[in-house]
């Protein structure tokens, strides 16, 4: 557990970096237009950012549903909507969308994405549902040790 938990220490720290700077560079282009970062700019977009990030970790002491979520939304549109998205509009001039292997991409990827978006919508209501004692199949995926009343024995 130490080992895992250093691990993810690092991982945290690394995303930091390789994450953050492409984040801050893409913001910038889209507000002003330009590849070129002002010191001014640079520094507003940061504190922003830093602020940003210290609101959701005040707001939710839960990260893990916060990631949950994050995950479900964004993962999903990254893994699966936008691959789907590049494959459809590579297809070759003339070429119809209605083929079979079209279809079935889009009819997978969709329901994959259906899926994390739910899995991010259930989340959202287990933060939101005071009372999980009525709602038994939010509380199987709450808790990890089953308890009589919740039916995930």
Request: hydrophobic share 50%.
């Given at each position: 557990?130490?080992v895992?938990?250093?691990?993810?220490?690092?991982v945290?720290?690394?995303?930091?970096a390789?994450?953050?700077?492409?984040f801050?560079?893409?913001?910038?282009?889209?507000?002003?237009?330009?590849?070129?970062?002002?010191?001014?700019?640079?520094?507003i977009?940061?504190?922003c950012?830093?602020?940003?990030?210290?609101?959701?970790?005040?707001?939710?002491?839960?990260?893990?549903?916060v990631?949950s979520?994050?995950?479900?939304?964004a993962?999903?549109?990254?893994?699966?909507?936008?691959?789907?998205?590049?494959y459809?509009?590579?297809?070759?001039?003339?070429?119809?969308?209605?083929?079979f292997?079209?279809?079935?991409?889009i009819?997978?990827?969709?329901f994959?994405?259906?899926v994390?978006?739910?899995?991010s919508?259930?989340?959202?209501?287990?933060?939101?549902?005071?009372?999980?004692?009525?709602y038994s199949?939010?509380?199987?995926?709450r808790?990890?040790?089953?308890?009589p009343?919740s039916?995930?024995?």
């Amino acid at each position: 557990m130490t080992v895992a938990t250093l691990l993810i220490g690092v991982v945290m720290v690394s995303n930091i970096a390789t994450n953050y700077f492409p984040f801050r560079g893409i913001t910038i282009y889209m507000i002003t237009g330009k590849q070129e970062i002002t010191t001014k700019l640079n520094l507003i977009i940061t504190i922003c950012f830093q602020f940003g990030t210290s609101i959701v970790c005040i707001m939710f002491p839960q990260v893990t549903d916060v990631l949950s979520i994050f995950g479900g939304i964004a993962s999903t549109c990254i893994c699966y909507l936008v691959p789907l998205t590049i494959y459809i509009r590579l297809r070759k001039p003339g070429e119809s969308l209605f083929q079979f292997k079209y279809i079935a991409a889009i009819f997978y990827f969709s329901f994959l994405c259906v899926v994390g978006w739910l899995s991010s919508l259930t989340i959202i209501l287990q933060m939101t549902i005071k009372d999980a004692h009525s709602y038994s199949w939010l509380a199987c995926q709450r808790n990890q040790i089953p308890v009589p009343w919740s039916g995930c024995e």
